[in-house]
């Protein structure tokens, strides 16, 4: 799209979009991605054979593949192996966002709707019909039908489980192509000191 | 019949010739190519050291040349089926001379095709998941078993039929041959001697084959093109793909052989067998299946393009005028429309003008798996920036390495088996002669090496 | 009487006449105050709907209609607890908001209402608490896609065919090589 063209636009995170029927599993030859019953879609990075027809059948280009030695954290060499979490990096296999089973074994929310400072990121259980971005509940079906919320690419009949809802005129500018504009002023910056740390 | 003899025996000669004789040029060509596979050996092994990483492929481009190569030699491997099994079932006479080498092409092709799909793994040690924990829904699958049941069907069905002119290798070559040779000639050609009750059962063995390699080889490289159209990415969702791609494969498959027919020909002095005629008659073919192609891309950007739905826009622009511009130009007036110009054309067609299309042909038809392949992974399907793509010194050097293993492979052979079906060139120059003359034309059945000379 | 005993009569009596005072002037708020009852049923599964009822009634029990109530669920999920406003729901002439809640968990669950009743905007709170029982899953994801025919059998039936024929196609070869023993017969020559 032309530049002149764009209105407003904004970010839309990059994350799996948990399709029910996913075109991810359905293509891998080995069963290496998986529904679970939960519900999430999984990568077993011990099965993987690395021959990424999976990135090129997922509709919405969300999954990576490790080329080469990826840069592996000491601690991450010590995590007992289990498909729900990807660490440490293989290389020569294919991963994406999981929606990190293990911390919601813990307990915990995932990385991202821990550490997003708008609180952005909601994570929650549509059996429960829960949702929290960490401090704020809230009921999932009745969130998703007041604020329009939408899926991604609808028509492909992915039936995807990642719901966005779109602004509603906030005043935290994101237009990059306005020659002079201000740095915006992040409401969050004092809200960083008593921030919640990772839990583990 | 003294004629008759004479001929049979200038046959004969001719096929046993590359076993008697080895000169320079041949092992000057083996070790070239030896050094070529070699070189591709160490860009393997940095790979296999470093990762994928070291290709030009990333999260966005995740296939690149070696998917793309590994579809141009399944394809070109249908050669041995459009001569050999739909000739044959056609019973079109001037087949005769041209089928071992269709068949060897696509053996050799089929072992090459394969091994680029283990070079393209990210884990290549874990192939063998694929037998273990193999998934039936998955195209990846329908692949591995396909393929592994046309390489069974071809190789079965290059040594079937070459059995008698084993036997002729093994009774002609007894004795004046290394001991290695001698006893893989016995071996293979399994005790043949040409009775009746063998003869029949050769018939019918061809004959299954024949019909059953058919099927087999439509499927093969179908499946392969639902490794793409299985998928939704924009440009490889099309129903056409799985007959466009047979028809390419064809026609790829015709152009490789002209190509290789010709090397040959010159190599061991096959000019009273390999024709003029064959020459035209193939190169005739090639310039109906590019119609055929012609056709097929017709319907693929003309369905496409009329609707111009979300991604083939930007498909268009990037294949017919931005960055893969000049390939596609190339692949169509190239690859398409130079054979059927050549063909139309009498002064070019003849040998040298049906080489000249054949070489064009397998170049372009190289390139259009490649834009298939890179373009189809580039229509952005989010709101980014299109990534690109260039193949890096290690893809090359696995291309090369690749031909240069085609190419020995088919050296080999030719040093080691018959390179013309001596004994249906035979029964074809026997019923030729025979229907100009006035005695009755011999029965076709296989000729007999046992009682020859 | 001293003085200080008359004193202390003085602002008695006069304690006693401001309270009067106050008294006259809280009464009209006294009166006013809502009173608000809950109805949940006894016997709440997991997955049935249910209607929880809140009545609205001034303090002369007549009913207050066109009161928005807002109920919160307690919850608690992921490391967070506190409330998830499940829903709205305004009083009708009877003064009675019905809300048609699903519970989706079981346990025991704490409802929490507010309303603003009064004119000076005050919000008002109103809980209760209740037991679901049942376990039953609601959401069941089906993933994958199904075609019936179109499965393993069908692959397998395939190749079957084909490696059979191949497999008959050796035993031709077998044949082949068994007669072998046989004697070359005159053939072809003879006819030429």
Same mark, same amino acid.
């Given at each position: 799209m032309p530049k002149e063209e764009i209105l407003r636009s904004f970010y839309v995170p990059?994350?799996? !979009?948990?399709?029910?029927?996913s075109p991810c599993s359905q293509v891998c030859p080995v069963g290496a991605t998986f529904s679970t019953p939960e519900g999430t879609v999984l990568i077993d990075q011990e099965r993987c054979?690395?021959?990424?027809i999976c990135m090129a059948a997922c509709p919405y280009d969300r999954r990576f593949f490790n080329w080469g030695n990826a840069p592996i954290p000491p601690e991450a060499l010590l995590a007992d192996y289990s498909?729900?979490?990807?660490?440490p990096a293989k290389k020569g296999t294919v991963m994406k966002c999981d929606f990190c089973p293990d911390m919601a074994r813990a307990g915990t929310l995932p990385y991202c709707a821990q550490g997003c400072p708008n609180g952005a990121i909601y994570y929650g259980d549509l059996e429960e019909d829960i949702a929290t971005n960490g401090t704020a509940l809230v009921s999932v079906s009745r969130f998703l039908s007041e604020n329009d919320a939408y899926r991604l690419?609808?028509?492909?009949?992915?039936? &995807?489980?990642v719901f966005y809802i779109p602004g509603h005129?906030?005043?935290?500018?994101?237009?990059?192509?306005?020659?002079d504009r201000q740095p915006t002023e992040w409401p969050w910056m004092e809200r960083a000191e008593g921030a919640a740390t990772w839990k583990r | 019949m003294e004629a008759l003899n004479d001929w049979e025996r200038r046959l004969e000669e001719t096929a046993l010739a590359p076993i008697r004789r080895t000169g320079p040029r041949f092992w000057a060509v083996v070790a070239f190519l030896l050094a070529v596979i070699g070189w591709g050996a160490y860009a393997y092994s940095v790979q296999l050291r470093?990762?994928?990483?070291?290709?030009?492929?990333?999260?966005?481009?995740?296939?690149g040349l070696y998917i793309a190569t590994f579809v141009f030699f399944i394809g070109i491997s249908h050669a041995g089926t459009l001569i050999s099994a739909i000739l044959r079932v056609s019973q079109a006479r001037w087949r005769t001379p041209v089928t071992r080498m269709a068949e060897f092409v696509t053996v050799v092709a089929l072992v090459c095709g394969a091994s680029y799909v283990i070079i393209d793994?990210?884990? &290549?040690?874990?192939?063998l998941h694929v037998v273990a924990?193999?998934?039936?829904?998955?195209p990846i699958v329908w692949d591995v078993l396909a393929i592994t049941t046309y390489l069974t069907g071809s190789i079965t069905y290059l040594f079937v039929p070459m059995i008698p002119d084993l036997a002729l290798f093994r009774d002609r070559l007894g004795g004046r041959t290394s001991r290695w040779r001698g006893w893989l000639y016995r071996t293979l050609a399994i005790?043949?001697?040409? !009775?009746a009750a063998q003869r029949r059962s050769l018939a019918s063995a061809i004959g299954v084959l024949m019909i059953l390699i058919i099927p087999i080889a439509v499927s093969v490289h179908t499946v392969v093109s639902w490794i793409f159209a299985?998928?939704?990415r924009v440009p490889w969702d099309s129903a056409l793909f799985g007959a466009f791609f047979v028809a390419g494969a064809i026609f790829s498959g015709i152009a490789i052989l002209i190509v290789v027919m010709a090397i040959l020909r010159r190599a061991y002095h096959l000019e009273e067998y390999l024709t003029e005629k064959h020459f035209v008659y193939l190169g005739l073919l090639l310039a109906t299946f590019a119609a055929i192609m012609i056709y097929a891309n017709i319907s693929e950007f003309m369905t496409h393009g009329y609707k111009l739905r979300e991604g083939v826009e930007f498909h268009f622009r990037q294949l017919?005028?931005?960055?893969?511009a000049p390939l596609f130009w190339f692949y169509l007036l190239?690859?398409?429309i130079a054979p059927i110009v050549i063909a139309l054309l009498p002064a070019t067609r003849n040998v040298r003008g049906f080489v000249a299309a054949a070489a064009l042909v397998t170049v372009a038809m190289w390139i259009e798996r490649y834009f298939i392949v890179v373009t189809g992974l580039r229509v &952005?399907?989010?709101p980014y920036e299109p990534a690109s793509y260039a193949p890096t010194w290690v893809e090359w050097s696995l291309l090369a390495a690749g031909l240069a293993l085609f190419a020995l492979l088919i050296t080999v052979f030719t040093k080691v088996f018959p390179i013309i079906a001596v004994w249906e060139v035979a029964e074809d120059h026997e019923a030729t002669v025979a229907g100009s003359g006035t005695v009755q034309p011999a029965p076709e059945t296989p000729k007999l090496a046992g009682e020859v000379g | 009487m001293n003085v200080i005993t008359r004193r202390a009569v003085r602002t008695a009596i006069s304690c006693l006449a401001v309270g009067a005072i106050a008294v006259t002037l809280a009464a009209p708020a006294l009166a006013s105050h809502v009173l608000a009852h809950v109805t949940v049923p006894d016997k709440m599964t997991v997955g049935e709907t249910v209607a929880v009822a809140v009545d609205l009634r001034a303090g002369d029990r007549t009913p207050l209609p066109g009161t928005t109530v807002i109920f919160y669920l307690h919850v608690s999920f992921g490391g967070v607890a506190g409330e998830a406003e499940i829903g709205r729901a305004v009083t009708d002439e009877t003064g009675v908001a019905n809300l048609a809640y699903r519970p989706r968990l079981a346990g025991r669950h704490e409802l929490r209402m507010e309303y603003v009743a009064s004119d000076d905007g005050a919000v008002e709170v109103i809980s209760t608490a209740f037991d679901v029982t049942g376990g039953e899953q609601l959401y069941r994801s089906a993933a994958g896609v199904d075609v019936p025919g179109v499965d393993a059998g069908l692959v397998m039936a395939t190749l079957a065919t084909v490696w059979s024929i191949l497999f008959l196609v050796t035993l031709r070869l077998v044949a082949i090589a068994r007669a072998g023993g046989a004697s070359a017969t005159p053939g072809l020559d003879q006819t030429r």
């Open positions: 990059k994350l799996c !979009n948990l399709c029910e029927h054979i690395g021959c990424r498909a729900e979490h990807q660490i690419k609808d028509d492909l009949g992915t039936k &995807p489980r005129g906030e005043a935290v500018g994101r237009d990059a192509f306005t020659p | 470093d990762g994928l990483v070291v290709t030009g492929m990333r999260d966005r481009i995740s296939w793994l990210g884990r &290549p040690d874990r192939l924990y193999g998934r039936w829904q998955s005790g043949w001697n040409g !009775n299985m998928t939704m017919f005028l931005a960055e893969f190239g690859g398409l &952005p399907l989010m | -």
